[in-house]
C-alpha cells in the first residue's frame, strides 16, 4: 500500500530517470509531457488509471513501487500479510501467538476484515494445539467461513484463508471448497502466487477424495497434480502424491502398480531426509490399507 502522506511523484522520478527513461515515455496514454512534470513535483495528483499506466510505462508493479516508496520496508499490513502467508500449520505456538499479537495491534488502529480473519485463524491453530479439540477450534475457524461463504467469487487473499483453514471443517464442507476454489484460481493462470495455492487446493482434493471412498476421481486429480510437481520440481508433494497414488491404486485393484508407487514415493523422501514425513505417510498407509 502506497503511503499516501509521503509524496510519491520524487519517487517515480528517481525511478524513471534512473532507468533512463524520459517524461514523454512515462507519461504515454496517461497524459501530456507537460501535465506528467507537474506529478513529478506534487503540484497535481492523477486518478488511479493514469496512475497504473504511468506504472506500467515504468514496467513496475503497484506492490513493487509501494514496496520502494516505503524505503524498501512492508507496510503494517503488508507485513502481517507475508508473515501469514509464510506461515504453516506446523509452526512453533510461540510464533503463532507473536503473530497473532501484531495483528490484533494492528486492529486497534484499523478495521480490516481481513486482518481480523488472520487473527481467528491464528486463534484456532493455538486452540487446536493447547486442546486438541477440534471442535474449540471450529469456532473461530467458522467466523472466517460465515464471511468468506457470502461472497460470489474469491480472489487470492480470500483463498489463501481458506487455504489455511480448510482442514477444520467437515470433510464435505472441505471438499465443496477445494472444488470452487480450484474453478476461481482457474481466473490467475498467468499468476505465480495461484500456481502455488492451486497446488495446494488440488493435494487437499485428491486427499479429501480419498477419504470420501471416490479412488478414481481422486486418482484423476494425482495423476494431473503429479505432472504439475514434475514442472515444478515441487519433490516432497511428489513424493506424497507417489504414495498416495500408490494406495488409491491398491484400492481399485491394482496391486503391482500400487508397490511400485508406494516405492518411489519413500525414495524420493528418503533421498531429500524428510523422515518426520516419511512417518506421517507410512501412518497414513497402515490407515488405508488396514482399514
Request: with cysteine.
Given at each position: 500500500?502506497?503511503?499516501?502522506?509521503?509524496?510519491?511523484?520524487?519517487?517515480?522520478?528517481?525511478?524513471?530517470?534512473?532507468?533512463?527513461?524520459?517524461?514523454?515515455?512515462?507519461?504515454?496514454?496517461a497524459?501530456?509531457?507537460?501535465?506528467?512534470?507537474?506529478?513529478?513535483?506534487?503540484?497535481?495528483?492523477?486518478?488511479?488509471?493514469?496512475?497504473?499506466?504511468?506504472?506500467?510505462?515504468?514496467?513496475?508493479?503497484?506492490?513493487?513501487?509501494?514496496?520502494?516508496?516505503?524505503?524498501?520496508?512492508?507496510s503494517?499490513?503488508?507485513?502481517?500479510?507475508?508473515?501469514?502467508?509464510?506461515?504453516t500449520?506446523?509452526?512453533?505456538?510461540?510464533?503463532?501467538?507473536?503473530?497473532?499479537?501484531?495483528?490484533?495491534?494492528?486492529l486497534?488502529?484499523?478495521?480490516d476484515?481481513?486482518?481480523?480473519?488472520?487473527?481467528?485463524i491464528?486463534?484456532?491453530?493455538?486452540?487446536?494445539?493447547?486442546?486438541?479439540?477440534?471442535?474449540?477450534?471450529?469456532?473461530h475457524?467458522e467466523?472466517?467461513?460465515?464471511r468468506?461463504?457470502?461472497?460470489?467469487?474469491?480472489y487470492?487473499?480470500?483463498?489463501?484463508?481458506?487455504?489455511?483453514?480448510l482442514?477444520?471443517?467437515?470433510?464435505?464442507?472441505?471438499?465443496?471448497?477445494?472444488?470452487r476454489?480450484?474453478?476461481?484460481?482457474?481466473?490467475?493462470?498467468?499468476?505465480?502466487?495461484?500456481t502455488?495455492?492451486?497446488?495446494?487446493?488440488?493435494?487437499?482434493?485428491?486427499?479429501?477424495?480419498?477419504?470420501?471412498?471416490d479412488?478414481?476421481?481422486s486418482l484423476?486429480?494425482?495423476?494431473?497434480?503429479?505432472?504439475?510437481?514434475?514442472?515444478?520440481?515441487?519433490?516432497?508433494?511428489?513424493?506424497?502424491?507417489?504414495?498416495?497414488?500408490g494406495i488409491?491404486l491398491?484400492?481399485?485393484?491394482?496391486?503391482?502398480?500400487s508397490?511400485?508407487?508406494?516405492?518411489?514415493g519413500?525414495?524420493?523422501l528418503?533421498?531429500?531426509?524428510?523422515?518426520?514425513?516419511k512417518?506421517?505417510?507410512?501412518?497414513e498407509?497402515s490407515?488405508?490399507?488396514?482399514s
Open positions: 500500500m502506497v503511503n499516501q502522506e509521503k509524496p510519491f511523484g520524487p519517487d517515480l522520478k528517481k525511478i524513471r530517470e534512473n532507468k533512463g527513461y524520459t517524461q514523454e515515455v512515462v507519461a504515454r496514454n497524459m501530456s509531457r507537460s501535465t506528467y512534470t507537474r506529478f513529478e513535483t506534487e503540484i497535481i495528483t492523477t486518478t488511479v488509471p493514469k496512475y497504473f499506466q504511468i506504472l506500467n510505462n515504468l514496467d513496475m508493479s503497484h506492490k513493487e513501487f509501494s514496496y520502494i516508496h516505503n524505503k524498501y520496508h512492508l503494517d499490513k503488508e507485513a502481517i500479510l507475508y508473515q501469514f502467508n509464510s506461515v500449520t506446523n509452526s512453533d505456538l510461540l510464533l503463532l501467538k507473536t503473530l497473532k499479537l501484531e495483528a490484533e495491534n494492528y486497534l488502529k484499523n478495521d476484515p481481513v486482518i481480523k480473519d488472520i487473527v481467528e491464528y486463534e484456532a491453530l493455538l486452540t487446536l494445539a493447547h486442546t486438541h479439540d477440534l471442535k474449540l477450534a471450529y469456532a475457524a467466523k472466517v467461513w460465515f468468506l461463504e457470502k461472497m460470489d467469487k474469491w487470492l487473499t480470500e483463498l489463501r484463508l481458506l487455504n489455511n483453514i482442514f477444520f471443517f467437515l470433510p464435505e464442507t472441505s471438499l465443496f471448497i477445494s472444488k476454489a480450484l474453478l476461481d484460481l482457474n481466473n490467475y493462470r498467468h499468476f505465480r502466487e495461484a502455488e495455492l492451486k497446488m495446494a487446493f488440488s493435494m487437499n482434493l485428491v486427499y479429501l477424495l480419498m477419504e470420501n471412498q479412488f478414481k476421481q484423476l486429480h494425482a495423476d494431473a497434480l503429479i505432472e504439475d510437481c514434475k514442472a515444478e520440481s515441487k519433490y516432497i508433494m511428489l513424493a506424497v502424491l507417489y504414495v498416495r497414488k488409491i491398491e484400492k481399485i485393484q491394482s496391486e503391482k502398480d508397490a511400485i508407487f508406494i516405492q518411489k519413500f525414495t524420493i528418503e533421498a531429500i531426509e524428510e523422515w518426520e514425513i512417518k506421517e505417510l507410512e501412518q498407509l490407515y488405508y490399507l488396514n
